[in-house]
């Protein structure tokens, strides 16, 4: 089967950097997906990778190796803005998206 | 660019009663659009997908004839609750893409929260 896994929640203090990891097994792939979604709110895109390694915008990188079903999602510079969860999505060998459950960011002061 | 609107943000029904959501793309061609279901503290579920002018496709488990999918249009896209309970309460996105995105990327419209009384 498909599966998507991120880590549920985690923690991190304000100015300081966060890495939330993703691991995934899908059927093909083409492209990993990373989107951030304020409660209430819908998804809103912030990075895509479909070679391995690393891609920056901004205050926010996204890595990719597709050998080993693996991204992460580098925050830096966190701002209170900044708590949201995030989601990973896969697109599979159908071009559909696979989601993670979302990693709950909280940002501390 | 690339914006997509949903109508209504919120809605409360009786039991029994049908819902129309609306999710149009405003300033693209929308070549295929999703509608997804979210429950709370759990990730996006795909419903199904459609194709302007095309039968939409099912997820395995969705009811079609419960949840009726339009595409009448390359900007406009409708899902229908019908008969509605409790248990369809959820928070009902779409989203939508074009041929062109060098991503295939997705631009999701910011939802349709319905509570079934």
């Known amino acids: 089967g498909q599966n998507i896994d991120q880590p549920t929640e985690m923690t991190a203090t304000e100015g300081a950097i966060v890495q939330i990891n993703c691991t995934y097994q899908?059927?093909?792939?083409?492209?990993l997906f990373w989107y951030q979604q304020h409660a209430g709110e819908a998804p809103t895109f912030l990075s895509y990778?479909?070679l391995d390694g690393l891609e920056e915008k901004g205050r926010f990188s996204s890595f990719l190796s597709r050998s080993k079903g693996y991204s992460y999602l580098l925050l830096k510079e966190l701002q209170m803005k900044d708590s949201a969860s995030y989601l990973c999505a896969v697109m599979d060998s159908n071009y559909q998206l696979i989601w993670g459950a979302g990693t709950k960011l909280i940002i501390k002061p | 660019g690339a914006v997509v609107s949903q109508h209504p943000s919120r809605v409360i029904c009786k039991s029994g009663t049908s819902v129309k959501i609306e999710c149009r793309s405003l300033?693209?061609?929308?070549?295929?659009m999703f509608w997804y279901r979210q429950f709370p503290k759990q990730s996006l579920m795909l419903m199904a997908t459609?194709?302007?002018?095309?039968?939409?496709?099912?997820e395995q488990g969705v009811e079609k004839d419960k949840f009726l999918i339009n595409h009448a249009s390359l900007t406009l896209s409708t899902l229908t609750v019908t008969s509605a309970h409790p248990e369809d309460s959820s928070f009902y996105i779409c989203?939508?893409?074009?041929?062109?995105?060098?991503?295939?990327?997705?631009?999701f419209g910011p939802g349709t929260r319905l509570t079934v009384l």
């Open positions: 459609s194709n302007e002018g095309s039968k939409a496709t099912y």
């Open positions: 990778n479909v």
């Open positions: 899908t059927s093909g792939f083409n492209g």
């Open positions: 989203s939508a893409s074009y041929l062109g995105t060098d991503v295939n990327e997705q631009f």
């Open positions: 300033d693209f061609q929308a070549t295929t």
